[in-house]
């Protein structure tokens, strides 16, 4: 993925931020002027800025084409390394992609002979907010020297976007990734010091040996909850359950489909990790069959009667030995918000997302909905969003939620 579709992309979150760009020497400088064009469509104001080296790799005048800005090549009289971070800097990001192993060096040991680096030593002290996204052989990456020079980067408040580790190369990392890690520079305070466990995916219930009954979520939700949570600065994320959507590495993704599953990893991760909110938007199953025949298959041709059981909701055993903020969500025609409050009342959920069913396969998916959330004492409607702006809206509401 260089260009990123529509679904993994969050269209407005970087309005009103100016996100400039420095480029150094790496053959991966041929992914950048899709980066930029990806920083505009969530909402940045994107401006170049290239070493002489980048400049012989790519010809400038892409960059001007892609970010709709003049590029700058040189420092001039118009000090361009202090103009450009110095009116607004806390919504004025640096961000250094490719960052190769000089630039790395440079930046980490107060060298700044080239544009770049020049605009580094400015901004980094300036207190704008600085990511790095390093690109190079894996060699040089794993390099003592490097290693340390990235600790000492990192130490100082620089977000460093991991790479992706090939057999031989350290690649720059995906489009999705780097974004993340440019809006958790800008709000990376709202979650800070908190950790989130994400529940979410689709549920699969044993009908036979070959058969199962599944729902149709998507962990479209759950993938932007990970997201979210991430560029407000969570500090662990974990999640638990499946997606359609590829979780990002950040994350500590735990793969389960049956209610066994979900059980299991949610239980050890609450025993064994420091969990300070549970977000729930997995379609559960909730039901067990009577008579079992996962060791056996239904002879087909034949009509078969199929018991579902109750069983006891997962949150319900979260909150038996859980204490901190539980968000739930809601799917059902019931509009009502006490008798919803009193059907998760032994879940004692801090939030209830609530949203009605729709017709036909409209429950699951990318789809924008009408969500409501309906707390302990009130009750804000949020009107109609997409899933994106939804996630967005409900971890806010959970870091001030007391």
């Not at 400049?55 to 202090?82: C, D, F, Y």
């Not at 080239?114 to 605009?119: A, E, G, Q």
């Not at 609450?270 to 909110?277: A, G, P, V």
């Not at 997962?314 to 968000?327: A, D, M, P």
Request: some cysteine; aromatic content about 8%; glycine content about 6%.
């Amino acid at each position: 993925m260089i260009d990123i579709p529509e679904p993994y992309r969050f269209e407005n979150m970087l309005n009103g931020k100016t996100v400039v760009v420095g480029t150094g020497a790496s053959i991966s400088i041929y992914r950048v002027p899709d980066l930029v064009r990806d920083l505009r469509r969530e909402g940045a104001d994107v401006i170049v800025i290239m070493t002489a080296n980048a400049q012989e790799l790519i010809n400038p005048e892409v960059m001007r084409w892609a970010s709709e800005n003049q590029v700058i090549t040189k420092i001039t009289g118009k000090i361009e390394h202090i103009s450009l971070f110095q009116t607004d800097p806390k919504n004025t990001a640096f961000l250094v992609s490719p960052a190769s192993y000089d630039l790395i060096g440079k930046m980490a040991n107060g060298i700044s002979d080239d544009p770049v680096s020049l605009s580094f030593s400015f901004a980094h002290g300036n207190g704008n907010p600085v990511v790095i996204a390093p690109a190079m052989h894996k060699a040089m990456m794993t390099n003592p020297i490097n290693a340390d020079n990235l600790r000492k980067l990192q130490s100082s408040g620089v977000l460093v976007v991991p790479p992706g580790l090939d057999t031989d190369k350290a690649k720059l990392s995906q489009n999705d990734q780097i974004i993340d890690y440019v809006a958790r520079s800008f709000y990376g305070t709202e979650l800070k010091g908190k950790n989130l466990m994400i529940i979410s995916g689709h549920s699969r219930v044993k009908v036979d040996a070959v058969r199962d009954l599944v729902n149709g979520s998507t962990g479209f939700s759950g993938y932007w909850f990970c997201r979210n949570a991430f560029r407000l600065g969570s500090g662990s994320i974990t999640f638990i359950g499946n997606s359609s959507y590829a979780i990002p590495q950040y994350a500590n993704f735990h793969c389960s489909e049956t209610g066994d599953e979900f059980l299991k990893e949610t239980v050890e991760a609450l025993q064994r990790d420091k969990i300070d909110i549970v977000v729930v938007p997995a379609a559960l199953p909730d039901f067990r069959i009577s008579n079992d025949k996962r060791n056996e298959k239904l002879e087909s041709g034949l009509k078969q009667h199929i018991d579902l059981i109750p069983e006891e909701k997962l949150i319900y055993r979260i909150r038996n030995i859980f204490s901190g903020k539980i968000v739930v969500f809601s799917l059902n025609s019931e509009t009502d918000p006490d008798k919803i409050r009193r059907k998760y009342s032994k879940a004692d959920p801090d939030i209830i997302v609530h949203n009605s069913i729709s017709e036909g396969d409209g429950n699951f998916g990318e789809r924008s909905n009408n969500y409501t959330l309906i707390e302990r004492d009130r009750v804000v409607p949020l009107g109609v969003m997409n899933k994106q702006e939804m996630t967005l809206r409900i971890l806010r509401e959970a870091a001030e939620t007391s």
